[in-house]
């Protein structure tokens, strides 16, 4: 069974510019997760989503950053514009509802 | 404010001995709990599920939950250097099947 796929897995932007990663769950999985991770830190959620629908954004930075799934499927993340301290890992999950999540490799950004 | 507490660590452990991990979470009614392994530079990893008070073992994991005391732990018998990384304890405290995340305990296995 595929795992989480996510790209890019690095991206290095300067500050001001814009930035999307994409993430594709594991088949069947309903439910997708974003987090962000800074060093030392446990998983900070982003967004969730229920199929196509959002669940929880309420730690998302909206005036910057935004999310989709279209079609409840693949899903992708934006920042725009980026600052420096969005630099972070930014790690997409999937899973059954109620059930263990799963992880992608993540995307490493770097703001400078 | 819902939260889950892990000790920071390092926790220094001898290779071949127990590795006692520990959480502990504000939120009674919490009803799954999770532990992840993640690994410097990695995603983090699922390892062991557990959902009713008692012990739960799965190989050289065993993960025990004491609903009473909000408190989880999981120990790693026979531990290995493989074994050093930092490890996340998870909660599910609502109905979206969002957790809540610990800080991460680091686990050293010296040979």
């Known amino acids: 069974e595929a795992g989480v796929a996510q790209s890019p897995r690095y991206k290095i932007i300067e500050k001001r510019q814009s930035v999307a990663f994409w993430c594709n769950p594991i088949?069947?999985?309903?439910?997708l997760y974003w987090y962000q991770q800074i060093l030392g830190q446990g998983p900070k959620l982003l967004i969730q989503f229920q199929n196509n629908g959002v669940v929880d954004d309420s730690q998302l930075p909206k005036d910057r950053f935004s999310a989709e799934r279209l079609k409840g499927v693949d899903s992708t993340l934006k920042i725009q514009p980026a600052k420096l301290e969005d630099s972070a890992v930014y790690l997409c999950a999937s899973s059954f509802p109620g059930r263990e999540q799963f992880f992608g490799p993540g995307t490493r950004l770097t703001v400078l | 404010q819902k939260e889950v507490e892990q000790n920071s660590g390092p926790l220094s452990v001898p290779e071949g001995a127990i590795a006692s991990l520990n959480c502990t979470y504000s939120d009674r009614g919490s009803q799954s709990f999770f532990w992840y392994r993640q690994y410097s530079g990695k995603s983090p990893e699922l390892i062991m599920s557990?959902?009713s008070n008692g012990d739960k073992e799965d190989g050289r994991f065993t993960a025990q939950l004491n609903k009473a005391s909000q408190y989880v732990s999981l120990l790693i018998r026979d531990s290995q250097p493989s074994d050093s990384a930092t490890y996340l304890c998870?909660?599910?405290?609502?109905?979206?099947?969002?957790?809540?995340w610990g800080a991460g305990t680091k686990l050293i296995i010296k040979p």
């Open positions: 998870a909660v599910n405290m609502d109905s979206n099947y969002q957790l809540i």
């Open positions: 557990i959902y």
């Open positions: 088949s069947g999985h309903a439910t």
